[in-house]
């Protein structure tokens, strides 16, 4: 048990993500890419202040710059997404004309499929892949990409910083049951939190 745990601080941490921006301006509108320096160094644009990052994957084994080159291949050809170009070079970006909602399934479906091993997964409810995930409110407006009348949301400043950014974070570890009961999720034990005291 001791060797499990010194193994996961070695690995769990290092600072490569696969991310999923988005622009809460543009419904259609979503960017991929990779950091090997954490989320906090990717999570703003000087150029856009309606950008942040929708969601996002820790790499704790393999090559981040290589699953990002797979990855935008993979959305490119066999996606068939075009690749939004640069407009002063012409040269490709790594934006794309589609919802970050849907961008995030691809994402994940790939990183699945062809690096699973290279990720984390949640045990809790789901035991899907476990992810950094914006705030909700966010989150729910990416949600629905067939509503016409979606339109740039009205959001304050988040005040984000290098902690924000960590998988899992939009995790529910327990069950609210009323009259003061819950479900430890991890456990699958119902308490009272009078209990806890």
């Known amino acids: 048990m001791n060797y499990y745990d010194e193994d996961i601080e070695?690995?769990?941490g290092n600072g490569n993500w696969i991310y999923i921006g988005c622009d809460v301006g543009k419904f259609n509108w979503s960017k991929v890419g990779k950091t090997t320096e954490g989320l906090?160094?990717?999570h703003?644009?000087?150029?856009?202040?309606?950008?942040?990052?929708y969601t996002a994957f820790e790499i704790i084994q393999g090559d981040v710059h290589d699953i990002e080159k797979k990855?935008?291949?993979?959305?490119?050809f066999q996606c068939r997404l075009q690749r939004l170009p640069h407009i002063s070079t012409n040269n490709d970006s790594e934006c794309f004309r589609l919802n970050s909602g849907e961008m995030t399934w691809l994402a994940e479906q790939f990183i699945e499929n062809k690096f699973g091993s290279c990720v984390?997964?949640?045990n809790s409810l789901h035991g899907e892949m476990s992810r950094y995930r914006c705030d909700e409110r966010v989150y729910r407006h990416f949600?629905?990409?067939s509503n016409p009348k979606s339109q740039p949301i009205p959001l304050q400043p988040m005040s984000l910083g290098r902690k924000s950014y960590f998988t899992g974070n939009q995790e529910t570890h327990e069950v609210d049951l009323g009259s003061g009961y819950y479900i430890d999720v991890a456990s699958g034990i119902t308490r009272h939190r009078d209990d806890d005291c």
Do not use: A, F, G, K
């Open 44 to 53: 703003r644009s000087s150029q856009n202040p309606d950008y942040c990052i």
């Open 120 to 122: 984390t997964y949640e």
């Open 40 to 42: 906090h160094t990717r």
């Open 10 to 12: 070695v690995v769990i």
């Open 71 to 76: 990855l935008l291949s993979h959305l490119e």
């Open 143 to 145: 949600q629905n990409p």
